[in-house]
Every structure is written in C-alpha cells, then in structure tokens.
C-alpha cells in the first residue's frame, strides 16, 4: 500500500530564503506525481507535474525533481516570498484512480 | 485556463439528511474524481469515474454515496443521509488522460449539524 510521508510538517522562515519541502513514498510504481498548494479553507491550485519518466519541473521559482528508485520528490521554492505562506502538498498517482496524498508541509514566510 | 467548478461553496444540513453536491469538469476531461478533506486531515480518495460508471471506491464510500453524470456537462455526489462525521471539505477533481495532472475545484465545505 502507498504510503506518501511529508517533511518538515511546519516550516516558518524569513522572507528571501530558499527552501526544500521533501516528500518520500514507498512505492515507486508510479505513474506521476503532483505537486499542489492550498491556502487555508480553500481549494488546490496544481504546482507542478511530474511524469514518471520525467527528473524535474520548474515553473517560475519552483522546481520540484523526482527521484523513483529512492522514492523521493523534493519541491525546491526560490527566494521565498509571504505570498508563499500556505500549505504545499505532494500526491502520487498510481495508475488510472486515485491520488494518494500526503500531509502537507505548513509553510509560513514573514516579512 | 479551464476550472472546475463546485456549487455551493458551503452547506450547512441536518444529521439524517440528504445532499448532493455539485461539479462541473473540465469539458474535454474523461475522468472525474471526488475526494474529501476532514478538518486537519490528508485529502483522502472516494470515487473515481470514468465512461459513465464507477472505476474505483475507496471503503468510505459506502452505500450512502452514489455519484452521477446526469448529462454532457454536471458530476455530482449525494450522500443519503447524512451523518456528523461526513461534515469535511469535498473537492471534485477532472483530467484528461491517465498520464496527466489534476484538476481541483474549490471544493464545498460541508457541515452536519
């Protein structure tokens, strides 16, 4: 059964910092994997995918890699902003269903 | 860029009653999802759906939970009767292909009182 493990689950740094989430699973049959945000209450906005063929992602100050054979995703976000602050999750998907997702990682970015 | 889209945003309904949420996908999508979030808890799998009927269900979809694509456009999830503990955020989600990334809506907050 997959499991999807998120560290740290709380993060609060200074603005201008760079910072790795870090995201492990336990089974690397995966077809891809996603990265999402989600700002308190409200919905999940995607971040980056990542195919199973695929090393790494970037959008912006985003880059997210994915490494399989150590069952491994970290999500790199370049010089933090406090339009960072929220909750960043990682989920796998396995095949044709569903989304198995982790905890999250809280992310707090002050001024 | 294309949304889906969730109606209501929040609904509030008494133990015992029944409820049927809304979404709208993405129109090119082929696969459709629900998935539920409890209060400081992981977003957990309940349905997915793919040429108009059910490809997997996670335990918590029991009996008191069917979906529907009712025509080209709507996908909706009713649950029966409702009880205290199905009070969390559902979220719909559609995508293309198997290989291709998801697509959330903004979810319904839903409360049993």
């Known amino acids: 059964k997959q499991e999807v493990t998120q560290i740290p689950a709380a993060l609060s740094v200074p603005e201008g910092e760079n910072l790795v989430l870090n995201c492990s699973f336990t089974?690397?049959?995966?077809?891809?994997l996603q990265w999402f945000r989600q700002d308190p209450g409200k919905g999940l906005t995607s971040l980056l995918l990542?195919?199973?063929?695929?090393r790494e992602q970037t959008s912006g100050r985003l880059n997210a890699s994915l490494d399989k054979s150590s069952g491994r995703s970290t999500l790199y976000i370049a010089a933090s902003q406090p339009g960072d602050s929220a909750t960043y999750l990682c989920?796998?998907?396995?095949?044709?269903?569903?989304?198995?997702f982790g905890a999250g990682t809280r992310l707090a970015v002050h001024p | 860029e294309p949304e889906v889209t969730q109606t209501p945003s929040h609904q509030v309904t008494q133990m015992g009653q029944e409820v049927i949420l809304r979404c709208v996908p993405i129109?090119?999508?082929?696969?459709f999802y629900w998935y539920r979030q409890i209060l400081g808890q992981k977003v957990e799998f309940l349905v997915s759906?793919?040429?108009?009927?059910?490809?997997?269900k996670s335990e918590i979809f029991d009996d008191q939970f069917s979906v529907e694509r009712p025509d080209g456009s709507n996908f909706t999830l009713k649950i029966r009767s409702t009880k205290l503990e199905d009070s969390a955020m559902y979220f719909c989600?559609?995508?293309?292909?198997?290989?291709?990334?998801?697509?959330f809506g903004s979810g319904t907050r839903l409360t049993v009182v």
């Open positions: 989920a796998l998907s396995g095949g044709y269903n569903k989304l198995i």
């Open positions: 129109s090119n999508h082929l696969y």
């Open positions: 759906f793919y040429n108009n009927e059910i490809s997997e």
């Open positions: 089974d690397s049959a995966i077809y891809n």
């Open positions: 989600a559609s995508r293309t292909g198997v290989s291709d990334g998801y697509t």
């Open positions: 990542i195919q199973s063929s695929q």
